[in-house]
């Protein structure tokens, strides 16, 4: 019988070192064998603890290095294992999922050129057979595309014209484009602020979701977006000249450098959102929610930072309180604006 847990430790070590390395291949090999592993070290933490409660094990010379040889380098490399095989997992998914990504597209396009091409969907009205289909197609799609594919099925449905102006061939009312990407997959990769890199005219977008898009340094002006979400979008340096922006949700919006002139927002909520260096000379805010949005510059450093442009401006109904941060000399009451603060 063994009376010492050190002459335990000498014959294990051994045998568990051994059975490490194929361990940590099943662990990469499989999942499953990670769990496995944990679950042969936890039935010897229990064979030693029933072991020393029975007094069949002495713990009296027993040092801290001896339980760190034993455990710690084998749960180090079974969890380095475990982390590796994850990784590898993810990274394979991912590539699979781009894959899949990448054959929806091409698949899409081929369907819309050939409805484009030959069957002259550009000239259809929105209630016709070939319209509702290209419709029906392009709602499935969006709704399995990431932002970037998502940004380009709009950039091809913009530059074909089938979505453009009043009543278009292609309704996209209700469009799910969520976290779309115009931006990061451009030839502008690099930072810093670089020229539009997009323009899209004359569209109007009524209940799309266009949360958490990045749109940074594109062209929408004469657009109309109603009833919509851009709430967390990310829209720096973005061109809405004339635009017409009604009824949505723009919390927390990052609108810096951006091109406001003569915009139009009415009944929108842009609590939070930022708008430093924004140029929103005669732009029409009006029965809009402007809490926590930072109009002025006066916390921010940086070359860049500057003053938000509010010549001729008109905040007429709109709500701000004492947390809304507009430049210095402005007052938002003689443009119309109603500090809420002051009615708590």
């Known amino acids: 019988m063994i009376s010492s847990f050190r002459f335990v430790i000498r014959n294990l070590k051994n045998q568990i070192k051994s059975i490490i390395d194929t361990t940590l291949i099943s662990i990469i090999q499989n999942p499953l064998g990670s769990i496995g592993f944990i679950c042969i070290l936890l039935l010897f933490v229990w064979f030693f603890v029933w072991s020393s409660q029975n007094g069949l094990l002495s713990f009296d010379s027993i040092t801290l290095w001896d339980w760190l040889d034993l455990l710690l380098i084998p749960l180090s490399l079974a969890l380095a294992g475990f982390i590796f095989t994850r990784s590898e997992r993810l990274r394979k998914n991912n590539s699979d999922n781009q894959k899949l990504q990448d054959s929806l597209l091409i698949s899409y396009l081929d369907k819309m050129k050939e409805l484009v ?26 709704t399995q595309m990431s932002g970037i594919n998502k940004g380009l099925m709009l950039r091809f449905l913009a530059e074909t014209g089938i979505i453009n102006g009043e009543s278009p061939p292609v309704n996209m009312q ?85 091109n406001l002139t003569n915009v139009n927002i009415s009944g929108s909520d842009l609590r939070g959102a930022m708008l430093i260096s924004a140029n929103l000379r005669g732009a029409v805010i009006v029965n ?27 905040l007429s109904g709109t709500t701000f309180d004492d947390t809304t941060i507009w430049p210095n000399n402005f007052d938002p009451v003689q443009k119309g604006a109603i500090n809420i603060s002051n009615n708590n």
């Open 288 to 314: 809009s929610r402007l809490e926590g949005a930072t109009f002025g510059a006066n916390y921010f450093t940086g070359s860049r930072a500057r003053d938000a442009i509010l010549d001729k401006i008109d």
């Open 117 to 142: 091409i030959d069957r002259n969907l550009s000239q259809c009205n929105s209630t016709d057979s070939i319209s509702l289909y290209a419709r029906a197609i392009t709602f499935t799609t969006l």
């Open 174 to 258: 209700g469009a799910d484009l969520d976290k779309l990407d115009f931006y990061s997959f451009d030839i502008h990769e690099k930072w810093p602020y670089l020229e539009n890199t997009y323009v899209i005219k004359g569209i109007s977008f009524n209940k799309i979701n266009l949360a958490k898009a990045n749109l940074a340094y594109s062209s929408f002006d004469h657009i109309s977006i109603t009833d919509s979400d851009l709430s967390f979008s990310f829209l720096l340096g973005v061109d809405f000249t004339d635009a017409s922006i009604e009824n949505c949700k723009m919390y927390y919006a990052k609108l810096q450098e951006a």
